[in-house]
């Protein structure tokens, strides 16, 4: 997927206190059947925002907001665990985050968000409780200097991010393109081991 | 030359043999894939990658297809069409079958007598060996982990990666040593190790590692068994899980229809043999278990580390998310988990379908009958199951007890086929999490072993197996 570089990123948050937050409350399993990326957005914590007629409870943290100024999703630790559905980036994406913070974010996940434009900030604890007691915070992510600053007080923390990944992010390097280059290398491997 | 004498572990060993491309500060490795399993779910944005760009399966002869996730258990309709759940979920299944034929890849789809879960398949048809790399669309991918192999989870564009190069871009986790020493109690399973297990690691304890399993009691599970405990490594936020081949291995792959033959076979074997971890061979962390403190274990929260004891009583909160568990399960603190009335109860899933699993919830339902207020579903985990299952009669002691016996497929593990509870259900299951709504909409889940299930079916109420066995012994006395 073409992703639009993100370099820095300024936006309120919506805050998910619950810890182990899988990746079956992000997008239930009933809406995986699909066969395309788009459209995930509206389901989005499905079983959290509806009622069971299928109505918007309007009572959720990610409701009742213009999303276009609530980019970031601040969570409880484990963020994104379970099940490898690529379908919870891409619903969380198409629902306008673009930044996911938490104390700890299931390794799966983390590795599908980057594919998607999507980053997964892990952040100290004592950053992850400020920002969690603080809904709709405005919080700046810079990716060239991996920083996060928000509030009066002028608090910043560094997040670790996988140089590459920030490298696609950045750039906009596409990792297949990245694997394609290398198919000589590929081959070569291959050869080696019939050999063997 | 120093490098390559120090003891290295089993997944050094895996890891170094499939490097492509070393990593770096910069970049990830390329590492190389041996056996790519594909199914419906989460493959058909990863072949429009390929449509888009104009490219084929590089290696389709390493890429195997099935039907598991969204497939009805129940049988055809008299006009032979599946009942599928939504006509959506058709319109994916027909969709993997157009791209399997598109880029030749094999599909062991609706009718082949090879088709089921799969997790399942792969082991059974000998494709899964020791010392390969594999990766699925899937989480639970961790299972084949079981032989010595390096299986993992991974993202729909990642299927895509594998699919265009047959690689995929990945750093080296850290590694961690998971030992149980000691025998397992009679009446305690896999599952009751895999349960324990993550309630000692935790739901994220295992991120960011790979897992290997050793000790007494994991040398002496069956392959089955260590297929249930590796599945389950992901549970702990483990991506990878995996056991050291040893004879078990090889005599469970012994003539499998993908299997090494002949010359071939015997130079796999002797390069088998030299994946276990050496002596000394280092780990980022280590956990010891005493298995012999191991009893039959359910879960009465809703993340899989919110294990315990099925002869206990509910733990005491300790948390605001411990008492919103409590409370959504319905689960009071220390009131004996006995006490917790069952509405259905799940057999299947690729944590706990297979022949033995199936015989195990046998041995606890022949003869008796499934509690009148329960519902019981019996899922083989492949078309080749059940057949076996029928073969020695289990399906008639399931159905004579009063419990479904289906169709192969995921089933009511993921409930995206129609299988799943109603709300405020409580399921007894066999399968690898208890997430809320998991199993539908409201549906409480207590994940069990099969025999823990068998005994909470014919109960009604959460129920200990071993009181199962003891009769069990008590009659063998008397005859």
């Not at chain 1, 665990?81 to 913070?101: N, T, V």
Request: charged share 25%; glycine share 8%.
């Amino acid at each position: 997927m073409s992703l639009e570089p993100i370099e820095k990123l300024t936006s309120r948050t919506i805050v998910l206190r619950q810890e182990n937050i899988d990746t079956d409350q992000i997008i239930p399993a009933r809406f995986l059947t699909t066969t395309t990326r788009k459209g995930l957005g509206k389901s989005v914590f499905f079983d959290w925002r509806y009622n069971s007629e299928g109505r918007l409870r309007n009572d959720s943290p990610l409701d009742g907001f213009n999303p276009a100024e609530y980019r970031i999703l601040v969570a409880g630790s484990n963020f994104g665990c379970g099940s490898s559905r690529e379908h919870a980036p891409w619903a969380l994406a198409d629902f306008g985050f673009r930044a996911i913070i938490s104390s700890d974010i299931a390794d799966i996940f983390k590795s599908n968000a980057l594919k998607n434009g999507l980053l997964p900030l892990e952040v100290d604890d004592k950053t992850h409780r400020r920002l969690l007691a603080a809904p709709g915070e405005e919080i700046s992510v810079d990716l060239v200097s991996q920083t996060v600053r928000f509030g009066e007080e002028g608090w910043q923390t560094v997040f670790r991010v996988d140089p590459f990944a920030r490298r696609c992010m950045l750039d906009g390097v596409d990792p297949l393109g990245h694997l394609m280059n290398q198919l000589a290398v590929i081959e070569k491997y291959e050869e080696e081991r019939r050999g063997l | 030359m120093s490098e390559e004498m120090s003891p290295r572990s089993l997944f050094d060993k895996l890891w170094d043999a499939h490097v492509v491309v070393a990593e770096t500060r910069e970049t990830p490795a390329v590492l190389y894939i041996d056996l790519h399993l594909v199914h419906e779910v989460t493959s058909p944005q990863a072949f429009s990658v390929l449509a888009e760009r104009d490219l084929l399966v590089r290696r389709p002869d390493l890429t195997i297809a099935t039907l598991d996730h969204s497939t009805p258990t129940s049988p055809p309709k008299p006009n032979g069409e599946l009942a599928y759940a939504t006509p959506q979920a058709k319109r994916q299944v027909d969709r993997l079958i157009k791209n399997c034929a598109h880029h030749k890849v094999r599909l062991l789809g609706l009718g082949d007598p090879r088709r089921g879960i799969v997790h399942v398949i792969g082991p059974e048809l000998g494709l899964t060996q020791p010392g390969k790399t594999i990766v699925c669309g899937d989480s639970h991918t961790s299972t084949h982990g079981a032989f010595g192999a390096l299986a993992f989870g991974i993202g729909t564009t990642e299927v895509g990666h594998v699919l265009a190069t047959q690689c995929v871009l990945q750093r080296k986790p850290k590694s961690m040593r998971v030992t149980f020493d000691g025998a397992l109690p009679a009446g305690v399973t896999a599952k009751d190790m895999a349960l324990y297990m993550i309630a000692e690691v935790g739901a994220s304890g295992g991120q960011g590692y790979a897992m290997e399993f050793a000790g007494e009691a994991v040398r002496a599970l069956s392959m089955e068994g260590r297929m249930t405990l590796c599945n389950m490594s992901i549970e702990a936020g483990a991506r990878f899980g995996m056991i050291a081949p040893d004879e078990t291995t090889v005599d469970y792959l012994q003539n499998r229809e993908q299997a090494p033959q002949g010359a071939a076979w015997e130079r796999a074997v002797r390069r088998w043999q030299s994946l276990p971890s050496d002596d000394g061979a280092m780990f980022d962390r280590e956990i010891d278990i005493d298995a012999s403190n191991i009893r039959p274990m359910i879960t009465y929260g809703v993340s899989p580390d919110a294990a315990a004891a099925v002869d206990a009583s509910a733990p005491q909160a300790q948390s605001d998310a411990d008492r919103l568990a409590l409370d959504y399960m319905e689960i009071k603190p220390g009131r004996p988990f006995s006490a917790t009335q069952v509405d259905r109860v799940f057999i299947g899933s690729c944590t706990n379908s297979r022949l033995s699993d199936l015989r195990e919830a046998a041995d606890i339902m022949r003869g008796r009958k499934v509690n009148d207020k329960v519902v019981a579903l019996v899922v083989p985990g492949s078309v080749a199951i059940k057949r076996a299952a029928e073969a020695e009669g289990l399906d008639k002691v399931f159905i004579d007890a009063g419990a479904q016996w289906r169709e192969p497929g995921c089933s009511m593990c993921i409930a995206m086929n129609g299988d799943q509870g109603a709300p405020g259900e409580l399921v007894v299951s066999t399968s690898n999490r208890n997430f809320v709504g998991r199993q539908g909409k409201g549906v409480r889940t207590v994940l069990a072993s099969p025999a823990t299930a068998a005994a909470s079916a014919i109960e009604g109420r959460i129920a200990d197996p071993r009181n199962y066995h003891v009769n069990k012994m008590e009659q063998a006395d008397v005859a």
